[in-house]
């Protein structure tokens, strides 16, 4: 019984699992967040200015941030500390705190005078009071974006330390701010002058966000003096070449903004509902993998190109990963195709936000599905590149995502409907599965540079076709399920209905003899 007990505790403090605890905890904080914002706000005018308010100084964050940082800086802090150079490694994150510290105040500046420049940029739809709040929105939100971008300077030196679970659950302080500020200040407030307080509680959880974690990560790396060395220069100069790869990836989501704004009212908000909701298993598994896989796979590369090292650790450390992101992913995105609408109802259906929005944020949801799982794939391909020291590839394929999804999603949004005969708004639904597509192509450019470079990699054809055949079976049995159960309301379906799917998919897959990721089978 001991000896199961501690087992049970290795697998639960595997770095993957922490991760994705953490995720799971701050995504369910940010979906209490959402559902609360959807019941004061809709679909209305004042949802899309904050929404795409909050997108424009969020780009700071997501370019500076968790991606970039981690993808320069942990790689470098991770490697000084297992060569047990641990003064240079506190040099080094110091040193990387103050310069960051700078840009981003800069940053953040620029962006604060630029910000009328900025909305017409990421909203040309937007006109007249409209626009005028989200110019307003934008000034306010820049400064917590950048305490953002400091706090993830925490994640990467935590996270270099082994310390995942208090990094990806400090967000949590971030959404409850917003929480109460929605609670505390909703009823009875114009939207407009509510959309203004919220964007001030995101600026005061960002605060707390970087409070939950600084005290640890300082002492983490106490005792560094600042300094221009060797290892603060390397992350210096892989910063740049991850930062633009990252950004071509996180820039697909503001072009998709952009061109939404050209769409009815409520198209820039069903997507950012959407957004959220599908990248919800992106982030609990596909984030949560490729972080806590970013050290290990940085020491099997180093030993890999050691005299008389092979590839075969990293190789079969990215086919596990794989595997296990496959396992989630697939599901995820036949849920999202067949029970899309139970999916948004459960989750965002309250007060102003009515059955015709969740059958709304359904059909941009199945649009998502159709690059989920190469999307979350090239993430972790993605992540092996910098573990081998390759951020151009990275770079050059994410560049060719981006061109793919401003063509393709300008002509499957605003073109298409009205030759095909739909209304403007399902243009959003082109978006997404535009993005879809070039998804897949980011994700077979960058596994043929890693199979080029190491062999060949990937999940079998055979272990994929009986995902897909358990992921089809839920659904059929999840949909037998909503047809004989009463009209609940919204919640109560969803709870009937989305576990069935889970259950089912979990049971079909024993059936078919899939080993469940994180569970030893017998025998």
């Given at each position: ?91 080094t ?10 840009a ?22 937007f ?8 110019v307003?929105?934008v ?31 400090a967000p ?11 609670l ?8 407009d ?13 960002s ?5 939950v ?12 003096a600042?300094?221009?060395?060797v ?36 198209a820039?908000?069903g ?5 959220l ?7 609990l ?5 490729s ?6 796979m ?6 890999d190109?050691?005299?008389?090292g ?6 079969r ?18 849920a999202?195709v067949?029970?899309g ?35 979350t ?16 590839r ?17 002509a ?11 209304a ?14 070039a ?51 919204p919640?109560?379906r ?5 576990p ?20 030893r089978?017998?025998?």
């Amino acid at each position: 019984m001991i000896d199961k007990l501690r087992a049970i505790a290795r697998r639960a403090a595997r770095p993957d699992a922490a991760v994705g605890a953490g995720s799971l905890i701050s995504r369910l904080a940010g979906l209490v967040r959402v559902r609360i914002f959807a019941h004061y706000f809709g679909l209305r005018d004042a949802a899309d200015a904050f929404n795409a308010a909050f997108r424009i100084p969020n780009l700071l964050q997501n370019l500076f941030g968790e991606g970039a940082l981690s993808g320069s800086f942990i790689p470098v802090h991770a490697g000084l500390r297992a060569r047990g150079e641990h003064e240079a490694a506190a040099q080094t994150a110091r040193t990387v705190f103050a310069l960051l510290a700078l840009a981003i105040s800069l940053l953040v500046l620029l962006g604060v005078v630029a910000a009328p420049v900025l909305v017409d940029l990421i909203a040309p739809g937007f006109g007249g009071g409209k626009r005028d709040l989200t110019v307003t929105l934008v000034r306010v939100l820049f400064p917590g974006a950048g305490i953002l971008v400091i706090s993830a300077w925490c994640l990467g030196v935590l996270n270099s330390h082994g310390r995942f679970l208090l990094s990806y659950t400090a967000p949590v302080a971030w959404n409850a701010a917003m929480i109460a500020t929605l609670l505390v200040f909703g009823r009875g407030r114009d939207l407009d002058t509510l959309a203004l307080y919220l964007a001030w509680g995101s600026v005061v959880g960002s605060a707390l966000q970087f409070g939950v974690q600084a005290p640890a990560a300082w002492a983490l790396s106490r005792g560094g003096a600042l300094a221009l060395s060797v290892p603060v220069r390397q992350a210096v100069r892989n910063f740049m070449p991850v930062l633009v790869s990252r950004g071509a990836v996180q820039i697909t989501g503001y072009i998709d903004a952009m061109i939404a704004s050209l769409l009815p009212t409520g198209a820039v908000t069903g997507l950012t509902n959407a957004q959220l909701l599908y990248t919800l298993p992106v982030s609990l598994f596909g984030i949560a993998i490729s972080a806590a896989e970013l050290p290990a796979m940085s020491g099997d590369a180093a030993r890999d190109s050691a005299p008389g090292g092979r590839s075969d650790a990293l190789r079969r450390r990215i086919d596990a990963g794989l595997q296990r992101l496959a396992f989630f992913i697939v599901p995820s995105a036949v849920a999202f195709v067949s029970l899309g609408d139970v999916v948004a109802a459960t989750l965002l259906q309250t007060g102003r936000f009515r059955p015709e929005d969740s059958r709304y944020v359904w059909a941009i949801l199945a649009g998502s599905s159709v690059g989920l799982l190469a999307t979350t794939m090239a993430r972790l391909y993605s992540v092996a590149h910098y573990a081998l020291g390759d951020t151009k590839r990275p770079l050059r394929y994410a560049l060719v995502r981006l061109v793919l999804v401003t063509t393709l999603g300008y002509a499957c949004a605003i073109l298409l409907p009205p030759v095909i005969g739909l209304a403007p708004e399902w243009g959003a639904a082109g978006l997404t599965a535009s993005a879809g597509v070039a998804g897949w192509v980011e994700f077979v450019l960058l596994r043929h540079s890693i199979t080029t470079r190491i062999g060949s990699t990937g999940v079998r054809a055979s272990h994929m076709a009986r995902l897909w055949s358990a992921g089809l079976a839920a659904a059929v049995i999840a949909w037998a399920v909503r047809m004989i159960v009463p009209p609940f309301g919204p919640l109560l379906r969803g709870a009937v209905v989305l576990p069935a799917f889970g259950a089912s998919y979990l049971g079909v897959a024993l059936l078919l003899g899939i080993s469940i990721p994180g569970v030893r089978r017998r025998g």
